[in-house]
C-alpha cells in the first residue's frame, strides 16, 4: 500500500510540474524552420511516448505539439499566443469558390498579387429589369 501512495504522488508530481511549465515560444519558430532542431527538441521532450514523438516531428503537428509541451495548463493564455503564431505559418492554398451570377464571376481576382494585397473589384451590374433602386 506504501508503495502504490508513493506512485500516485510521483504521477501527481508530474502532473504539476507539467501544468506550471511555463516555456519558451521561440524554440516552436526555431523548430518551424530547422528540422535538425526539431528533430532533436522532440527526442528530448517525448523520450517515453512514442506516438507523441512523432507526431511532434511531423510539419502539421510540430507547432502546436510544442506549444502544449512549452506551456502547461496553468499558463493558457501564453499558449494561445504561441497557437496564433502557428496558425500564421504559410499553408498550401486551397480550393476558394467565388460567388456568381448566372454563371458570371462577381468577383476578379489578380493572380499576381501577394496574400493579403490588392482589393476587391465587383462585375458590372447585370441587367435584371426595372427596379425602384435604380
Not at 59 to 78: A, D, I, K, L
Not at 95 to 118: R, T
Request: net charge neutral; with cysteine.
Amino acid at each position: 500500500m506504501n508503495q502504490q501512495l508513493q506512485l500516485l504522488r510521483s504521477k501527481m508530481s508530474k502532473e504539476i510540474i507539467l501544468a506550471n511549465r511555463n516555456g519558451n515560444i521561440n524554440q516552436c519558430k526555431r523548430g518551424l524552420k530547422d528540422v535538425d532542431f526539431r528533430e532533436s527538441y522532440c527526442n528530448g521532450a517525448f523520450v517515453e511516448d512514442f506516438v507523441r514523438n512523432s507526431e511532434c516531428k511531423s510539419n502539421e503537428e510540430f507547432c502546436f505539439t510544442c506549444c502544449e509541451y512549452e506551456f502547461g495548463s496553468n499558463f493558457v493564455s501564453q499558449r494561445d499566443i504561441c497557437y496564433d503564431m502557428c496558425d500564421k505559418k504559410p499553408k498550401s492554398p486551397g480550393f476558394i469558390k467565388f460567388p456568381s451570377v448566372n454563371g458570371k464571376a462577381i468577383i476578379q481576382v489578380n493572380q499576381d498579387l501577394k496574400p493579403g494585397e490588392g482589393h476587391w473589384v465587383w462585375a458590372p451590374k447585370e441587367e435584371t429589369g426595372s427596379s425602384k433602386f435604380e
